[in-house]
């Protein structure tokens, strides 16, 4: 009986439920393996040093640096692991400077776990999958500016002052509760303002919301 290939997945993620979640969804798919879990750059590098995965899947915002230093360090090494980012970030810095670094799949942690591993496996049969709002950044970062249009989109979306600062620790990648806490309302209140957001800026999800935001300079 014909063996399938079983593909090991280095996952670097410092929140540590996130981790957990990723990790139990990339060891279901019968053709991934986790090598390793980590929550750093530092213990990314120590694995590294002792394994060549096959993908690396990164978050970009970790506590001692950058998910893009790691991608980095895989083309110094002469790695040929693929390498994904899966992060909150989906502003045109973050982007582009993991692409630069050699990213060739970037997806916001809203996707669905079965979509992340329908994604990695995509990425090892040579494709570049990417979360839609990203790739319809790429798409409008080809076509020239619409300085008009986009004052007058910040204009008509008129968010409250309370929903621009839901809105800034949601970037950061903050939760409910921790963002209740930072700005002393119920988790009920701010789930409300980010359904306004929701409503106003025309998204349905948290990394929708943070990258059209940040395409309207609102953060």
Do not use: C, W
């Not at 929140?15 to 969804?25: G, N, S």
């Not at 992060?87 to 970037?106: L, Q, S």
């Not at 049969?125 to 950044?137: E, F, H, K, Q, W």
């Amino acid at each position: 009986m014909a063996q399938t290939t079983d593909y090991q997945v280095l996952l670097v993620e410092d929140e540590p439920a996130t981790r957990q979640r990723l990790a139990e969804a990339v060891a279901r798919h019968p053709q991934l393996s986790i090598v390793a879990a980590v929550g750093n750059v530092a213990e990314a590098r120590t694995v590294l040093a002792r394994t060549r995965p096959d993908v690396l899947l990164t978050d970009i915002g970790l506590p001692d640096g950058d998910g893009t230093e790691i991608i980095a360090e895989l083309g110094r090494l002469g790695y040929e692991t693929e390498a994904m980012v899966i992060t909150v970030f989906g502003d045109e810095r973050h982007v582009i400077r993991a692409v630069e670094a050699g990213a060739t799949g970037y997806l916001l942690k809203d996707d669905r776990p079965e979509a992340i591993t329908d994604a990695i496996m995509e990425l090892l049969a040579g494709g570049s999958p990417m979360s839609a709002s990203i790739a319809r950044y790429l798409l409008r970062r080809l076509q020239p500016p619409k300085t008009e249009a986009l004052e007058s989109a910040q204009a008509e979306l008129q968010l409250s002052q309370r929903e621009q600062e839901v809105l800034r620790q949601i970037a950061k990648g903050f939760s409910y509760a921790e963002i209740s806490d930072l700005l002393n309302v119920s988790t009920h209140t701010v789930a409300s303002h980010l359904k306004s957001i929701y409503r106003k800026i025309g998204v349905h999800s948290r990394g929708e919301a943070v990258f059209e935001a940040t395409q309207l300079g609102l953060i």
